[in-house]
Every structure is written in structure tokens, then in C-alpha cells.
């Protein structure tokens, strides 16, 4: 069976947080951000000690950019 292919999405807690706040949704507190990306943190590092081939893309950039690196990456 192959490998699954495994994308690790970066983004520094920061930009993740302040993107969060931009949503404007009812669940976006600043409490649950903090716990969402701490959350995020714990989750990946486990992933990435699983996978350690995973495939990085910079999450920083528009969602066009992101949606293209990752067909880049997985050959699409």
C-alpha cells in the first residue's frame, strides 16, 4: 500500500490568529484562537514526527496560492 502523501500547512501562530479574528465568526474569540492554534501545534507535531516527508506549503499566501502549491506538490 502506498505512503500517503501528507501536506503540512505553515503559517506562524500570529498570521493564523489574525486570520481567524477576520472572520467575524461567532466561535472566532481571541480564547478560542489561542486554543485553536496551540491545538494545531500539538496535532502537527505528531503528524510531522509521523510523516517527517511531508510536504510543506506556505499557508501565508492568498488561498489561490496555497490551492496552487499544493497541486504543485502533489503533481497535479
Partial sequence: MPR????HLSIPDSD????TQKRGRADDSPANAERRIVEYRREAEL???RYPDALTVDATKSPAAVAASIRKA???
Avoid: D, F, H, Q
Avoid at 4 to 7: A, M, S
Avoid at 16 to 19: G, P
Fill in 16 to 19: 493564523a490568529y489574525e486570520r
Fill in 47 to 49: 503528524l510531522l514526527a
Fill in 4 to 7: 500517503p502523501k501528507v501536506i
Fill in 74 to 76: 502533489l503533481g497535479y
